[in-house]
């Protein structure tokens, strides 16, 4: 059983996760694709996230129509900062033996697999899903493989058309009273509005 996983801070999550998501499963033939929001993403300590309540409910009534995508809260139901090599860890051993599990990562946050917790048990763990980002070229496999010896056979290349939606866009528009109609789910986008998410402090 093929499980895709997609992590991320979805401050909102937006209809690119939703794309990516689906041409993974479809490609990929997943079971279904599991939505994990970043408790405390460790990469990103220089700006303040939305608080994890709201963004996994935005999640959650992101993926409530597809009945391939699924809520996991895995990172923020534990303390500390998020490291996806725990996370996959814990979501192997829920899911059980028989789960291959595969990791969608954009090209960007690949390049920094170095940095990242245990990378070398990350990719034997899992399987990196590569999706392109715009603005990003395609990483160097064999420059990352003197670094994480063996992610040359670990990485699958998604290659997908770009999906130039950002969720810093997003948050800026929603400052400014502008339009966010299609780049978020018509869901996420009441529930933006009704919790006076984004908005400017007076």
């Known amino acids: 059983m093929n499980i895709g996983i997609l992590g991320g801070t979805f401050d909102p999550v937006h209809s690119g996760h939703l794309v990516i998501a689906e041409e993974a499963r479809l490609r990929l033939s ?10 405390q993403p460790w990469l990103k300590t220089g700006r303040t996230i939305t608080p994890a309540a709201h963004r996994v409910e935005m999640v959650r009534r992101a993926v409530a129509a597809s009945p391939y995508f699924e809520l996991s809260s895995v990172e ?5 900062p998020s490291y996806s090599v725990e996370t996959v860890t814990i979501l192997q051993q829920q899911l059980g033996a028989e789960a291959k599990l595969f990791f969608l990562v954009g090209w960007d946050s690949l390049v920094e697999l170095p940095q990242w917790k ?3 048990r990350l990719i034997q763990l899992c399987k990196l899903v590569a999706f392109p980002r715009p603005g990003f070229g395609r990483p160097n496999l064999k420059a990352l493989e003197s670094s994480v010896p063996g992610v040359t056979q670990s990485v699958v290349w998604l290659d997908i058309t770009p999906v130039d939606i950002s969720s810093t866009d997003i948050r800026k528009r929603v400052a400014r009273g502008l339009s966010i109609h299609g780049l978020v789910t018509d869901e996420v986008k009441s529930y933006i509005k009704e919790k006076k998410l984004y908005r400017k402090r007076k």
Request: charged share 30%.
């Open 76 to 80: 923020v139901d534990r303390p500390g």
């Open 30 to 39: 997943l079971a279904r694709v599991l939505f994990a929001p970043t408790g």
């Open 118 to 120: 245990e990378p070398d």
